[in-house]
């Protein structure tokens, strides 16, 4: 088992949690690592192992918890292991390799800070879990919510999820529908005799052209939305006038909108061919978002160690099932989220240090 140095430099940290491969449904040899180290080199924590997850929590009686929250699993390895560093002349020191960005740098962080906060003035509560990179019936903070939700009580939670540094505050929510239309089949030859799906969902489409998405003012984060087509399926053969046609339509909404609420204004904006009867919508996937919750005392003070950089986080993280809960939760960790999942994936090390010490001075 790969033996991880909680008090040495987050750097080489970061380096030997990379070197362990764990994709999606193979973590337990980092799940062993990560539990080794913390029984061994923090004291002060009660420690849980919970299938591959990892949970660790201080009980001072303090007047605050925090929460850190970091998955363990990547996404497959294609040839970008083990973990590698070079030096570039625009961003320094880089660490290259599976996980480096999304995300064991973040992981790191925030097992060194668990074994070298002297004096911390928030209690801690550490949940390091399996599975997030897959299907979300399968993700370890679904799993810990459902059967240990007492270990998701906190004040402010913090996803160290890929943020190049800066606060990524709360979350976008997303759904899809499917949008179908039906017609009479019948031979192109003879177009008059059949009835073209596909034509009656033009005015879906010309309603998506012109939409005109909001900007949502939260907290000092500014939300864009979006309306999309992003899948489309018809057709029958070359010689057929079709008789079913569909279009795939994600939105992506401000976390002030509920799911269903969010619903519902997509049904207004397609209320024209709904109502003409040619074409009929159905939710297919969903997820809510999540406030940003910046306004809350402890969620503020991070703003303040962050010196006020923050922003809006577009995208659906884990964060919006800890808002869910009542609890302002925020995205904060090393790497930029572009290069998440990539062949390339690399982190500067300066990010690795900087949030280190933007979160030791939180907690401290």
Known sequence: MNALDLHGDPIDL?????????????????????????????TGFEIVRHGNRVLARTDRGLDSRVILAGHLDTVPVAGNLPSRRTDDTAEG???????????????????????????????????????????AEYNGLGVIERELPQWLSGDVAILGEPTAGQIEAGCQGTLRVRLTATGTRAHSARAWMGDNAIHKLGEVLTTLAGYSPRRVDIDGCEYREGLSAVGIGGGVAGNVVPDAAHVDVNFRFAPDHSIESALDHVREVFAGPL???????????????ALPGLSHPAAAALVDAAQGRFRAKYGWTDVSRFSALGIPAVNLGPGDPSLAHRVDERVPVAQIREVTELLRTYLS
Request: aromatic fraction near 4%; proline fraction near 1%; charged fraction near 25%.
């Open 14 to 42: 970061t380096a030997a949690l990379v070197d362990i491969h764990s994709e999606s449904r193979d973590e337990t040899a980092i799940a062993d690592a990560v539990e080794s180290a913390l029984r061994e080199q923090t």
């Open 93 to 135: 020191e880089v660490l290259h390799g599976c996980g480096t960005v999304d995300m064991k740098s973040g992981d790191a962080v925030f097992l060194h800070l668990a074994a070298t906060l002297a004096d911390p003035r928030h209690d801690l509560t550490l949940i390091f879990y399996d599975c997030e990179e897959i299907a």
């Open 275 to 289: 109502a003409s009867g040619a074409v009929t919508l159905e939710l297919t996937d969903s997820a809510a978002g």
